[in-house]
């Protein structure tokens, strides 16, 4: 048997901690020394105390732990647990990743308000372009990723490969919250049967006002409004929904990935 101090030194768990979860009946030493009162472990209640540090890691009360143990889980049930709580952890790591670029983003349009815009605008003729593409309503843009894998499985299983950057069109009349109506395209130039969900269409010629966006994904609001502002400094209107041409795309679909290259083309006329 082990010593609680040493015990402590082979788990990395300070003794005060071991006696609180003696207390809470969470693990209860094997043994207690009549004569010096000192608790006693064996060596293999470490694999009960990682089995309660990483429930407690990953957001558990200890009463909740207390339960869970009580109910005796099997290994498998434990890491099917412990994968459910890491996915909600990393998904919340990069959401606040992504509130941070947004924050900043916001930071620089402040401090440039009465500065020159880093975004240099042009009109150009955007010739007509034939795409295949899936067109759905998904609650934020950044969950439009299982869009691009269907379309680009389709096209792979037709052996039809695109002859031009990807783009997304936006076809929402106002900016959302949640629920964008959108299509993720891929410019072909193949013939390539329709499906129910995958479409075939030749998107007209259009002028178009455009700027690209170096950076993340989640700034691309500080070229929205650059563009936004030379559309109505030079007396233009908007006439139909927005690209995001992705010249490069962000890695994984990542919303932080500040290698990502996003030209943004909204269809104008003077008016």
């Known amino acids: 048997m082990i010593r609680i101090g040493d015990f402590s030194k082979l788990s990395r768990v300070p003794v005060k901690t071991l006696r609180y979860y003696d207390e809470m009946g969470l693990l209860k030493p094997v043994d207690v ?48 647990m412990l994968k459910l709580r890491e996915t909600e952890a990393r998904q919340r790591v990069q959401e606040e990743a992504e ?4 924050i900043k983003s916001r ?16 009109i150009k003729q955007v010739e007509a372009v034939r795409a295949a593409s899936v067109r759905e309503v998904v609650p934020t843009p950044p969950e439009q990723g299982g869009l691009w894998r269907e379309l680009e499985g389709y096209l792979a299983m037709h052996r039809v490969r695109p002859n031009g950057a990807c783009f997304t069109l936006y076809h929402d009349d106002e900016y959302k919250e949640r629920d964008w ?8 130039d193949a013939d390539v049967t329709e499906s129910r969900r995958v479409k ?5 010629a259009s002028t178009m006002a455009c700027t690209v966006h170096n950076g993340p994904v989640a700034t691309l609001s500080e070229a929205y409004n650059a563009l936004g502002k030379w559309i109505t400094d030079n007396g233009y209107r908007i006439t139909g929904p927005c690209r995001e041409v992705y010249l490069r795309p962000a890695k994984n679909g990542s919303q ?5 290259v996003t030209e943004i083309q909204f269809p104008v006329e003077k008016g």
């Open 181 to 188: 109506d959108l299509e993720v395209c891929e410019p072909i």
């Open 33 to 80: 020394d009549p004569f010096t009162g000192y608790r006693l472990y064996e060596y293999s209640q470490l694999s009960a105390l990682n089995r309660i540090l990483a429930l407690k890691d990953l957001g558990f009360s200890l009463e909740e732990i207390g339960r869970l143990l009580e109910d005796g889980p099997t290994a498998e049930q434990m890491r099917g």
């Open 99 to 102: 509130r941070l670029e947004r």
């Open 256 to 260: 932080t990935d500040p290698k990502t």
């Open 107 to 122: 930071l620089r349009q402040i401090e440039q308000e009465n500065g020159m815009s880093k975004y240099d605008v042009v």
């Open 200 to 204: 075939v269409r030749t998107l007209p």
